[in-house]
């Protein structure tokens, strides 16, 4: 079983920044794609951004040249950096793991409001 779990949700005026966080614990060994998610009231939930065990990264056009997804193998954690903030990044975020064996993994979400 793996645990993630989000932090760094919060309201900002529109061009701001926010770090969101996601923490893992469990069995973790054989982990593949780290990433995350958002969903805004009254939409689908959406891939904002992706990172495997190779660095590899792939990102939404919506956010591409303003998110920056990272991650600390040695703390088993990955950040998603959010620039130049707008309005309609407004979602819950979600960050997600997925494992070999088909095997994914959510966390509770983190709430971001981008007032404008």
């Known amino acids: 079983q793996v645990q993630l779990v989000e932090s760094g949700g919060g309201l900002v005026q529109s061009g701001g920044s926010l770090r969101l966080s996601c923490a893992a614990s469990?069995?973790?060994?054989?982990?593949?794609?780290m990433g995350w998610y958002r969903q805004a009231p009254g939409k689908e939930r959406e891939l904002v951004a992706t990172?495997?065990?190779?660095?590899?990264?792939t990102y939404a056009d919506s956010v591409k040249g303003r998110f920056t997804i990272s991650r600390d193998n040695t703390k088993d954690t990955w950040s998603l950096q959010m620039n130049s903030l707008k309005p309609e990044d407004t979602a819950t975020y979600y960050c997600?793991?997925?494992?070999?064996?088909?095997?994914?993994?959510w966390g509770q979400g983190t709430r971001v409001t981008v007032s404008s």
């Open positions: 469990g069995r973790l060994f054989n982990i593949y794609v």
């Open positions: 990172v495997n065990l190779s660095g590899t990264t």
């Open positions: 997600y793991s997925f494992h070999y064996g088909s095997l994914t993994y």
